[in-house]
């Protein structure tokens, strides 16, 4: 029995049925009763919680990393190598392949299926609002779980210190820029993961373009519900104002761009219904 | 024959079958004869054994580990590294793989059996008190057996004694935080083992969410049955009352409340018949 | 159930497979609408632009590299190994998983289906042209992102200068036939990505081939169109004609030569019609 | 076509269907002729010499091994992660997909179909003798061949002394206890092997408790048979009798307590016929 | 749908499967066209040529490597390792995914297809004279490519020299046992590549033995193709006389014994039709 004389099976979708499955997944998630949809989210904002604690705590407590204060062991290349591959990608992983609603991907998810017929604009905002929220619940939860367990207190807490500094002083624009870089990534690793039929498959899906996300050190809304309140926490040097323009507000718009426009409407264009939809407006 | 041509397989099951099958797994334990469940919790003790041998001899035996006292060669964050990736991920595969029953997982596993009404309270008391038991016997004769190897004595038993010490010092309210934060990475981590349907998607299943929880240093039930007894023979500072306390009671609550909690209940509000039975007795 | 007893699956293309799907996908990709090849080949040119970004901030970004001032630090081998796995091949992967097209893999794809009677000598020409200049678009399109990030700032546009003039130095004649090495790798990437019918098995595909490119310093096409206008921005000391006829023409020939020549005229060769075209022709 | 409406697809045995397997395998064993059943462990022996050359060559070959005289460079946590990971999971890989019987788990697959009534008690010393000194015969001539090849003259026979003299020194106590934990992780690593049935199920499945064999420095059987004459070769100060009692007795009654009663035993209890048996003989 | 309930697939053939298709694809490749196989040879002679340009690159180029001047950076552990993992394995790879025809594994399959009476000696003399012959036109048509191309020029030439001049340094002798082990690895790379039925599969199964053989240092007459015209061309200090009999003669000579008699004669022993030819012999 060779290779050659049996029809070859797959366990992958094509791009074409990716996006099929995405609108169809958002289609679902819009009919979810609010209970469901709010518990997966805040679920999703603990999983994510996860992730960011190891990239403070390994990558960060690393002799190499930029917040040594011993300057002759910094190598930011290698702080950056492992911040990309042992952080967010596993935490986005628990995501998908357990159960959860992380609010990066849901205005892709959601404009999918609106643009495929699946939903309306309400059910968007919908479950865009309650996923938003469920995630501050509960990267708000994990964050007070990882203070309460001390594991930060002492030298650990000056990477968190450093790293939300170091995130702020980019500024709105800057940060805008990089949420849209950032989360047209990650939305990517949601994509791929949905493409994968098997596990391995959706961990290799998600780890690839958010580790690229880790080391480039972009930014991502979900994280920010975490990271910003533990910073605060261990007396990082930010107003209040920078916790809610930069590491929230600039973000979240990033978020939408990048996830509704960058990849949602890409994909919905070359894939889907907005060709024809387009089509029938010019008619009229 | 192209992949867009043919319908793609599965080798995953969704996050909703996930949950299906832990809850008919669960069943399935509770009608284990006493003999069957006693001897697979004692193989698990020893599999998880295992594990913390080898983060004892390898990440401790490292330049870069904390309890070199060439301070100048300690790296934190590449001990916690290797920690992660080398040592309880390949144990907690074993138990999964081969055939085991660790603690760890059985609040989650019972909890999901009795809410889907596959079992009775007396059940997953049953099941819990004898894994519970069985894990301490095998943690034990594999710290007998590693003791009687001589692999530790000399410079290696160092490690054992500055571990075991350093997880005394947090103190019980701290344990118990962080062994909920362990075991719910440890529950999702067998979890996500029973939804790939190959044994590579249940190694990398299973290692990510473990390698987290090494990573950080967090609690587990099973393993502290090894160090514990381990640290005791190689002289570690601790009292009697702090093995207890903090080494197993602590930890057994943070068990229970992580994977009952955390998973268990999430996941059968999200995807099981609480919300079915919060219903039924409202309605009365 | 043992394996013995069973016929064994297939998710994998033997070569000659691989030869018929390339053709097939070429030829339908010949059949596309203007705006859709345009679309894919934009995202294309933007996802790739992620891979070089990565490049130059992570392996760019180690003491090793030999950018470094400091040259007691560098250590060529090690910079390119992380240089090879860790920037174009999760580049690569994204656009054979998502979706995009590549100008590197067309002259591969319309010559198989060419060659097999599936378009004509005009829908070759014009695929060519509309990849082209949509990877260019999306590559500079991603290239004013970064540098509106404001990421490459400082220390770490010191790398981008250097690379783009160390490219630049090996002088036309050389450059192109780095870019047939280059492109001959990037094109066997991109063909055994399409002979896997899993994630995983595209991702290892893609890697292979693509670790050797990188880490090789050999030259893309694609590539090119974002790390020129980068260079150009930050500062590398290049003139105009540098950048068209180095960077831009040398790169572009070598790419033909390489995927048209040594890949689909090599198996169509060997699998496909050009054996009988040539007897036909050589009966007349 | 999304995952949720497809059955799942598996390709791996559960733990019932591992034991069936491992004793239907151990039934067939049986029946092979003298010649096959010889030749397969003569190969065997050989790729088992492969991976401890591998082990000597490159963990012994790096400034981190414990055997280098400048102090100043060892790092034995680093060189334990080595010879875990780069030695005998490739070795023992080799064996199981190609076809070779290993004598260290001869005993277990024996035992296995002895106690499901597939061999008699002769079958099982038969294969045992057989394999034993067939994997001595191959082990030995591979040692041979690498002696021949001149590989390990001058500086690389350093580590050989030094790791033979560093075994022998544990005496034949502690040996024992090795040999029963060293042969329980590859008894394990066959066992996992055989559940999977793709080649990177099985691939994965051998390298997690085989690493971990490797990284502990416990002993094997087989493995013994190829560095013991080795070491004698480059003038370890070892006796006679310590080649014979430590080196070979010790290590085979190691093993043939762990793969019998560890493994063997305990899965027939849970999964086999053992408990019936036991009913049986009870009744009478 | 659990797994217990379902009959699991299995993607790897078990090792008399293997021996059956290797003897099966030995008997197609004994009746390809000259032009089919000549270009098939052709190109698995570049395809080597790459990874021996990756390992003079990569590893070569690391301070760590043996032929660094500063021998305080020398590291000849962590050298092999580099060597073993990252050249030969992803360019084998490239031969068995994509299709070529590479001289190493051709007695071997050739052989296996004689014993099981699928072709004649002439076959197996013409099939191997043609494939040595093309590999040696590949291999040398790469070395020109890459001389070109300038980038051994310089300090990365240095590696070049020194590896030709060590690999003759070891004489005729040493070289052909070091063939004999180095191609019965890469044989055996082959063959589980072979097993596996899907690209993953077939990576690892090719990855295993390979890793050895390149870090062990050890022949490959393919490799050698390449690497002594490279040597020749950068200054290595070798004799005419050296190169044709210590890198081609005594290589090949190796190859020969490895794979026809390790590896084809005992598999058609154990899995074939020797013992019935045998037996037939016997009973005239």
Known sequence: PGAASRTPASVILSPPEIFAAMARAGGEKCKFPFYKLAYLSILAGAYIGFGFAIALLVAGGMNQAPSNPDKSQVNVGVYRLVVGFFSFPFSLALVLINGGEVWTSMPMYSMCALYEGKCSVLDVLRVNAISWCGNFAGAGMQCGLFIASGIFEGEDSRHVRFLVEEKVSAGFGRIFVKSILGMWLIGLAVWQGNAAQD???????????TSF??????????????????GTFYGANITAGQFVADGIVAVSLGNIVATMLMIATSYATIYGRIPMLVEDAAQK
């Open 213 to 230: 996300f880790g080391a480039l050190g972009l930014e991502n809304s979900t994280a920010n519900m975490f990271v910003y309140p533990m």
């Open 199 to 209: 596990l391995t498959g959706k961990a290799i899906g998600v780890l690839m373009p």
